[in-house]
């Protein structure tokens, strides 16, 4: 067997594998030009799924597996590789914990007033007479309830919230109090504190906040964006904090990343922005390869068993 990676990964994982698995041929490359030379050897590619094309697809003669090292496989060439019957799965799940914490700090930040209190701090102000605030008690409605968003709604109850969980079913889950379809979030958005939308980019979903959603919500809601950036309009976010519709926005993603440096978001003191970080952890290489390693024995022994497989007809 060839596994060929096509990312950068750290050495003690590359050292791991090939001396657990001596009996495999490993090429690590550090981008796609570099590993575009091996891709007809290769039977398995490692990728974080945004460097693959049909033309790559078409060159890797012999390759029946593609293991994504991230969640997001939207910039996968799904047609070339339905039509090759190739096997595509991810690591579905490995950024609930740097999410969740993402999650809890950021309306954490917004209610303690961090920003003003750094503020004060590197200008010497001494003021007791911040506004700051609890989420202790508040109603949470979490879009899209698949693991990362089960894991906000867990640390959620730490804190004693009201959790309403959103997805395409509507079937219950771990940790919600409520579970309702997409179709039904009209009749609940009104009555919650924070919206976290963590819904991944499909057709599906793509502008899924409309500007109804936002003229439902409480005047002081906190929406928080940690999905993808095109489950709502930069344009429409603009005009719902430019004219105070809610509380604040927590944007992790954006519809086209980097954010322009002019763009008014950065000028906003209702608005908090990161540079789509919330799944970063030193952990992630290693949770990664470890469910790169269930898959790869469901390879060898031809069980089929695999974790995390998706569907290239849906694209999830």
């Not at 508040?138 to 959620?156: D, F, K, P, S």
């Not at 002019?262 to 992630?284: A, C, K, L, R």
Request: charged share 20%; with cysteine; net charge negative.
């Amino acid at each position: 067997m060839y596994v060929l990676s096509t990312c950068k990964m750290r050495r003690d994982l590359r050292e791991h594998l090939v001396a657990q698995y001596p009996h495999i041929q490993f090429q690590f490359c550090h981008s796609i030009e570099e590993a575009t030379p091996f891709l007809g050897e290769a039977h398995c590619i490692l990728t974080y799924g945004d460097n693959l094309d049909q033309t790559h697809i078409q060159q890797a003669g012999k390759l029946t597996w593609i293991m994504v090292l991230s969640a997001g496989v939207e910039k996968l060439p799904f047609k070339a590789i339905h039509e090759r019957n190739i096997v595509v799965t991810n690591v579905k799940g490995i950024h609930k914990v740097p999410m969740g914490e993402y999650a809890i700090s950021m309306l954490l930040q917004v209610y303690r007033k961090e920003k003003e209190m750094i503020a004060n701090e590197q200008h010497q102000i001494w003021d007791q007479k911040v506004k700051i605030s609890e989420i202790t008690g508040r109603t949470m409605m979490i879009v899209g309830a698949g693991a990362i968003g089960q894991e906000v709604a867990r640390l959620a109850k730490a804190f004693q919230m009201h959790t309403i969980g959103i997805s395409y079913s509507g079937k219950e889950k771990h940790y919600f109090d409520a579970m309702h379809t997409q179709e039904e979030i009209g009749d609940v958005i009104g009555g919650v504190d924070f919206v976290v939308s963590v819904l991944p980019s499909t057709d599906a979903t793509k502008g899924f906040f409309t500007k109804a959603h936002f003229e439902q919500m409480k005047e002081d809601a906190v929406f928080l964006n940690m999905g993808r950036g095109d489950a709502v309009s930069n344009d429409l976010l603009l005009e719902v904090v430019t004219e105070k519709q809610i509380g604040h926005a927590i944007l992790d993603v954006f519809e086209t990343e980097p954010l322009s440096k002019d763009h008014p978001f950065w000028q906003m003191e209702n608005v908090t922005i990161t540079p789509h970080i919330s799944g970063i952890s030193p952990e992630y290489q290693p949770r990664a390869i470890k469910i790169f390693e269930q898959n790869l024995q469901a390879y060898e022994n031809k069980t089929n068993e695999y974790v995390n497989v998706i569907d290239p007809r849906k694209g999830y």
